[in-house]
Structure formats: structure tokens, C-alpha cells
């Protein structure tokens, strides 16, 4: 439900109550959910060389995707 209602299809879920009864991996999805939605991939940063010249670097995702545990 909680993947749904990140989706824009219109379903409704109520973190508070959703989020507390997932385990550790369905937790995991739903934190990679939420920062693959938020754009945390795409964003850019700016990071100051020592000569004092910026150069524009990609952020990693906020929280990646879980790793296949199998």
C-alpha cells in the first residue's frame, strides 16, 4: 500500500500506522521507495576543488536499493 499511495495512483495510506508493523526488509523498500521518489538520485552537488574552482558532482541515492539477501 505504501508503494501505492508513492505512485500518484490516488491510494491513501497512513504512514504512522503502515510503517510500524513492516519488518526489517519491507522497511528497506520502503526507505529506497521514498528517496528513488524524492529524487534523491538525480540530484547535483557542487564540490570546491583546492585550486577554488567548483565542479558540479551526482549525488548517490539518499538511501539505495537493498542489495539481493538470497
Known sequence: ???????????EVSISEAVPGLDHNLL???LAAVAHAGGSHEQ???????DGTL????HT??????????
Open 1 to 11: 500500500m505504501i508503494a501505492a499511495s508513492i505512485g500518484g495512483g490516488g491510494v
Open 28 to 30: 528497506e523498500l520502503v
Open 44 to 50: 547535483l552537488g557542487l564540490r570546491e576543488n583546492p
Open 55 to 58: 565542479t558540479r558532482t551526482r
Open 61 to 70: 541515492s539518499l538511501f539505495p536499493w537493498p542489495k539481493d539477501k538470497a
